[in-house]
T-cell receptor, first 111, second 114 residues
């Protein structure tokens, strides 16, 4: 069975400070990991995925298979980053790419 | 195409009543997913379709729940004999069949069972 853990329900940082949203997973195979974001009054949308290895809106995430982690990082937080962030895992063998989500972390960027 | 749409956006019903939700995916997407999200939790997978075939159902999907996608386009999710525990946000998503294909989510239907 697959599981995604986001230990922080709320993360509050000041504008310009570094951000790290933690995500750990358990899965016996080789997973695909994603970060989804939900801004206030908007629908859930993909922020980034580990296979693309790209930076979106200044955010990056590296898959660490040894630590089974996929932490989301940004060097300088902006006010517009305030949102709910979900880490998600997709099994690579079968399952039709269904997603298993963590419980989410609310990021609040204060001025 | 304005993305995945869901109808209704909100539904209040009394315990024991039946409700039906509709999802219209992005037109070229073969896969359609239903998730449920309760307060303080992330979305939980319920079921998914590839074209008109329902390929997987979660154990969360009790016998009171049924989903269809009769022509491989829109999908409906019906809950019979609703219970207060069914109160949640029901999310629909669609994707292509490409490995790791991005799932695009709809706005959700918020169900409140009184």
């Amino acid at each position: 069975a697959q599981r995604v853990t986001q230990p922080e329900k709320l993360l509050s940082v000041f504008k310009g400070a570094p951000v790290e949203l933690k995500c750990n997973y358990s899965y016996s195979g080789s997973p695909e990991l994603f970060w989804y974001v939900q801004y206030s009054r908007q629908r859930l949308q993909l922020l980034l995925r580990h296979i693309s290895r790209e930076s979106i809106k200044g955010f990056t995430a590296d898959l660490n298979k040894g630590e089974t982690s996929f932490h989301l990082k940004k060097p300088f937080a902006q006010e517009e980053d305030s949102a709910m962030y979900y880490c998600a895992l997709s099994a690579t063998q079968g399952g039709g790419n269904k997603l298993t989500f963590g419980t989410g972390t609310q990021l609040k960027v204060e001025l | 195409d304005t993305g995945v749409s869901q109808d209704p956006r909100h539904k209040i019903t009394k315990r024991g009543q039946n409700v039906t939700f509709r999802c219209d995916p992005i037109s070229e997407h073969n896969r359609l997913y239903w998730y449920r999200q309760t307060l303080g939790q992330g979305p939980e997978f319920l079921t998914y379709f590839q074209n008109e075939a329902q390929l997987e159902k979660s154990r969360l999907l009790s016998d009171r729940f049924s989903a269809e996608r009769p022509k491989g386009s829109f999908s409906t999710l019906e809950i019979q004999r609703t219970e207060q525990g069914d109160s949640a946000m029901y999310l629909c998503a669609s994707s292509s069949t490409a490995p790791g294909g991005e799932q695009y989510f709809g706005p959700g239907t918020r169900l409140t069972v009184t």
